[in-house]
């Protein structure tokens, strides 16, 4: 809980601040250039009707989101632990092991990964997953509805879920089948939520007269993004398991003497779920390595489905190795066996645990320089006057969190750098740039604010506007360079010190006053 006071940065205050610009009339994809899906959009805004717009607010919803998180840990070890274990004590360990770990990592992923989508959307596959299981298990038809609302919803947010959500549904229905159950009405119910949260998508787009702009989106701007920041195979992989990498080497080892003991888990009916949730694993880790980037957020799904698999694991070794010991099993192999399960435990309860909570202990909430010398310079030269008189050339340096605090309304809608500054060549940039020239090139605002980072490049110290140079020579023509701001200390927003961007405040040399 003492998280309650971080502020609302990076990619969520991007997301509000766009969400803000739609509901003053705004249109997305038209008017706003971004490579979100519409799922995206939608959540955000009903997380900010629902727990307020303020940054307090978008904590609590944090909150719930990983108390829902909770309840699906529980819910998905139980059902699979409970099918094929020999005793039924302790079935509550591996639920407790995985929500405690997948709380605490994002927790230590520090402020910047608060409501992210990826995280939303793995919440949302993880307790699908869990309906799925009791639809099957219980043949609770409406659970089975309930598990395609929410796969459609994370499909709107991110469509590359949708195989995986495919395959869980096959081979729930395989079972159902298998146990000489009725699996039509399951697949059919679950297919016809699954279009609930699309269709919402298709309606808001519509309604914002924003589908042709989507579609024209969806083949500029979603593979340009895709295609920037690629990081190698061996830094991906040890990054998406990063916070756990100790405990899934153990992991692995136990898995490779469970083979010589010619007791692993073959995959059946009585162990559906945990094949389930491993196939689940080994999906999100391949989107991990086609999306390239390793960045924080985009492990929340690998984690949420590992790391049960991993508990659940842990706890049957502990029962058939250390409580009920199988004798056929040399007592060497069988001690290592149980040595392997309780030193993941261990290491997990006292050493990932504690470091991770001092780690949130120690992220320095109140210093958010960029943004708060930024807003008081603003404030200086107009405050709520400056709304539609302003732009920002910045992605998620702070731009957006400080123009979302003060509501100032951009004068154009291209508010991702990492698009105005890509290369030439590519159609998606002269288009942005264009929609960026018509708005500001033939009716200059009074004040350009340029941060000196540009998102997902190495470029940094405004060398950005090296690559357009009809920017850059826009910009010493007509206006005087006002401020220009530069950190004098390092900020902790999650587990390593980063030194934020620079700003400058360039102002017009004879600018008409802002008219409120």
């Known amino acids: 809980m003492s998280s309650w006071r971080w502020p609302l940065v990076g990619d969520a205050s991007v997301m509000h601040y766009l969400s803000f610009l739609i509901e003053r009339g705004w249109t997305p994809y038209r008017q706003l250039g971004d490579q979100q899906f519409p799922g995206a959009y939608l959540i955000e805004l009903a997380g900010m009707h629902i727990f307020g717009t303020s940054s307090l607010g ?13 309840l699906a840990f529980f819910a998905v070890t139980r059902a699979a632990s409970g099918a094929a274990a020999a005793s039924p ?44 299981f009791a639809a099957v298990n219980r043949n609770w038809r409406w659970s089975s509805a309930v598990f395609g609302l929410l796969s459609g919803i994370a499909f709107s947010i991110k469509p590359t879920v949708l195989p995986l959500s495919l395959a869980q549904l096959l081979l729930g229905c395989y079972v159902c089948r298998q146990r000489q159950l009725r699996w039509l009405p399951h697949a ?46 061996s830094y991906i992989l040890v990054h998406s398991v990063s916070p756990v990498l100790l405990i899934v080497y153990i992991w692995i080892a136990l898995q490779i003497l469970l083979l010589i003991t010619k007791r692993t888990r073959t995959p059946g009916l009585r162990d559906w779920e945990r094949t389930t949730l491993l196939a689940s694993a080994l999906f999100a880790l391949t989107d991990c390595i086609l999306q390239a980037r390793a960045l924080p957020y985009y492990r929340y799904p690998l984690l949420a489905f590992l790391l049960p698999v991993m508990a659940i694991d842990f706890h049957r070794v502990l029962q058939d190795f250390l409580l009920h010991p199988v004798r056929r099993v040399s ?60 732009q920002c050339i910045d992605s998620v340096s702070g731009c957006a969190a400080v123009f979302y605090r003060m509501r100032l309304e951009p004068v154009s809608g291209a508010l991702a750098d990492y698009v105005l500054f890509g290369p030439d060549s590519l159609p998606i940039v002269r288009q942005t740039r264009q929609q960026f020239a018509a708005g500001i090139f033939s009716h200059p605002p009074p004040v350009i604010v340029v941060s000196s980072h540009l998102h997902l490049y190495s470029e940094e110290n405004f060398k950005k506007l090296d690559r357009w140079p009809a920017l850059e020579n826009f910009l010493d023509t007509h206006y005087t360079l006002a401020t220009e701001w530069h950190p004098t200390r390092p900020a902790l927003w999650w587990s390593h010190p980063d030194t934020p961007a620079s700003y400058r405040i360039y102002l017009l040399r004879t600018p008409a006053p802002p008219q409120s």
Request: hydrophobic letters at 55%; glycine letters at 8%.
């Open 58 to 70: 978008w904590r609590i919803y944090d909150f719930t989101l990983l108390g829902v998180a909770t």
């Open 89 to 132: 004590r302790f079935q509550w360990f591996p639920g407790l092991f995985a929500a405690c770990l997948f709380i605490l990592i994002h927790g230590r992923d520090g402020f910047e990964q608060g409501g992210q989508r990826d995280f939303v959307m793995a919440v949302l596959l993880l307790a699908a997953t869990a309906f799925l």
């Open 188 to 233: 059919l119910g679950a297919a016809t939520a699954l279009l609930v949260g699309p269709a919402i998508s298709i309606v808001f787009l519509l309604r914002e007269h924003a589908f042709a702009a989507f579609l024209a989106g969806f083949r500029g701007a979603v593979p340009y993004y895709a295609s920037l920041a690629h990081r190698p195979l």
């Open 331 to 390: 007592p060497v192999l069988r001690n290592s066996i149980s040595a392997l399960a309780i030193a993941a435990i261990s290491i997990s309860g006292f050493i990932i645990a504690p470091t991770s909570a001092v780690l949130i202990h120690r992220y320095r909430w109140s210093e958010t320089d960029f943004i708060t010398s930024l807003e008081q310079n603003l404030t200086a030269l107009g405050g709520p006057a400056l709304s539609k008189h302003i």
